[in-house]
């Protein structure tokens, strides 16, 4: 059940840094969505992929939680730096810009550490009981 919530709470985790982020950078910078397609199924797009970044960020966690419980901040390091690199990889290529990647190293700044720590301390209890056995 703590791995359910775990994902649940890293998936609005996650949502919400993304708000945060391209929120900021759209009334700063006046960053725009795509003009591909209807906001409705760009957000859906978003959607879809926290809900999988969710289930791997938590699912990846839990059965080396031993090793993570105590560093969890390096675990949310690991993840920041491969989504800086794939942003980084987009911004090179068309129809994504400097400011995409910008704002997405930034929500990926806010969401991972805050993921990473939500889910140390609920999956903690569990390595707890099992080392107390």
């Known amino acids: 059940m703590k791995i359910f919530l775990s ?3 890293t998936f609005v985790i996650m949502n ?12 700063i910078f006046g960053l725009q969505p795509p003009n591909e ?7 859906l797009s978003v959607l879809v992929v926290k809900v999988g970044m969710a289930l ?5 966690f ?11 901040f390096r675990y949310a390091f690991v993840w920041w730096l491969m ?3 794939v ?8 129809n994504y810009s400097i400011m995409d990647a910008g704002a997405g ?25 099992r080392s107390s056995a």
């Open 16 to 27: 919400v840094g993304t708000f945060v982020a391209y929120g900021g950078a759209s009334a």
């Open 7 to 9: 994902i649940v709470l």
């Open 105 to 129: 190293i930034v929500a990926e700044a806010i969401y991972f550490p805050a993921s990473a720590f939500v889910t140390a301390r609920l999956l903690r209890e569990q390595v707890d009981q």
């Open 83 to 85: 989504f800086a690199i």
């Open 62 to 72: 839990a059965p080396a939680r031993a090793f993570w419980i105590g560093s969890w």
């Open 56 to 60: 791997a960020f938590v699912l990846l």
């Open 87 to 94: 942003e980084i990889g987009q911004a090179i290529a068309p």
């Open 37 to 43: 397609g209807s906001p409705a199924q760009f957000m």
